[in-house]
């Protein structure tokens, strides 16, 4: 029996064994990794940005800034305290691959990382088909953006563990209903954890602190135990 | 002396063919079609639905409205009074291509058509690749999500004509600066014409209809001249 194999598999499948690699190597160190996804203006760089300020003295954060053009967002990580950033700029790639990310972990110094953030291109469409070897994705979407992304983005939201709601600040200035998108969200997707927030106002971020926290707990008993 | 053409070569070039044929059905018809593109949640189907309800009676409008799932915005353009509405479901893929939109034209009345939208799916990346035959781009980007978007983003906000801010009524609420925008904007594509509106408030949206009245009359009076 022979099978044809398109291009976008054969792509695919080279993207994947480069993943397997980087989260066999990611698991040997305890290192956590997240894969933070969302459309353009979601806040995933201000949600670094806070992450850095109230973590950066207690974990050993590193993050991997991945952009179409311009090394903004590197810039803006390492302006707010970010000892080790690592930007990718994708020229024109509406996604990161696990080759581009391989490349930029080659270039850290990973015996000093417990939490790797790599920030993907501002795309709720082609990054989650790449595998980058993360833990799991956290997907941010802000309530500005309406209710109905989950069911119109499926993929994302599928493939995501953690559905970060941003600008929660704004909820009574926009057509959001909570429930709703949370409603919708889990039609995708049961397993889904949810964290309401604002980069804002602040409210809300320590319950992602302390998720964060747990994550990386849990990541360094696995080294341990295994 | 010999070239190599990569895959996605050939499918932009087949994807040039196939637009340019459309290009010439709608100019032989005197038909002005606009390429609505912009991120998730930035108001493209909004948009419509305003532009539906002040000029439906006025202009023949038709809508192609493209979505990775659902029909939703197919739906919500019916509901708001569009009586010629082909929804395309991308069923995955990231943008909508030449071969696509002429599945959906040849299944629309032509002869009554004076205005064609095609409502990209959301994504700044991926459709800006893509020539659909339309006259030109208008990209959507709202106060919500950050000034430095056409930085970061440079081929779409290259390759439109212009450039609408949306949710300009949250503008005192967010960290957004006009100038800036405008300034960077200007700085990838100098030749945009700026509208800022809200769909919300109603504030704008006759610029917004003065420039569609304008547009379709120019291409009315082009077809009698050519």
């Known amino acids: 029996m022979t099978r044809k194999v398109t291009v976008a598999e054969k792509v695919l ?10 989260r066999e190597r990611f698991a040997r160190l305890g290192i956590f990794c997240i894969n933070l996804v969302s459309s353009p203006g979601s806040g995933k760089t201000s949600l670094l940005e806070r992450t850095i300020s109230a973590l950066g003295e ?8 991945g952009d179409v053009q ?9 302006r707010a305290g970010a000892r080790m ?4 700029t994708t020229g024109g790639a509406c996604h990161l691959d696990a080759r581009m990310v391989a490349k930029s972990v080659d270039q850290l110094d990973l015996e000093e990382i ?45 493939r995501s563990s953690v559905m970060v709601i941003n600008k929660i600040d704004m909820l009574e200035l926009c057509d959001f209903d909570l429930d709703t998108a949370v409603r ?18 602040g409210v809300g971020l320590e319950d992602w602190y302390g998720w964060l926290r747990n994550a990386v707990e849990q990541k360094q008993l696995q080294r341990l135990g295994s």
């Open 13 to 22: 499948s080279e993207n994947d064994r480069l993943a397997a690699d980087l």
């Open 184 to 201: 919708n969200a889990r039609q995708i997707n049961g397993n889904l954890t949810f964290l309401t927030l604002s980069c804002r106002s």
């Open 58 to 65: 207690e974990i050993k954060l590193a993050m991997i800034a």
């Open 85 to 88: 950033v690592r930007p990718i």
């Open 70 to 78: 311009t090394e903004n967002d590197a810039d803006r990580l390492r």
């Open 114 to 158: 417990e939490l790797l953030f790599i920030e993907n291109v501002g795309n709720l469409v082609c990054p989650s088909s790449y595998d980058l070897g993360e833990d799991l994705k956290v997907v941010l979407m802000s309530t500005t953006e309406g209710d109905d992304k989950p069911l119109k983005y499926p993929g994302m939201f599928r």
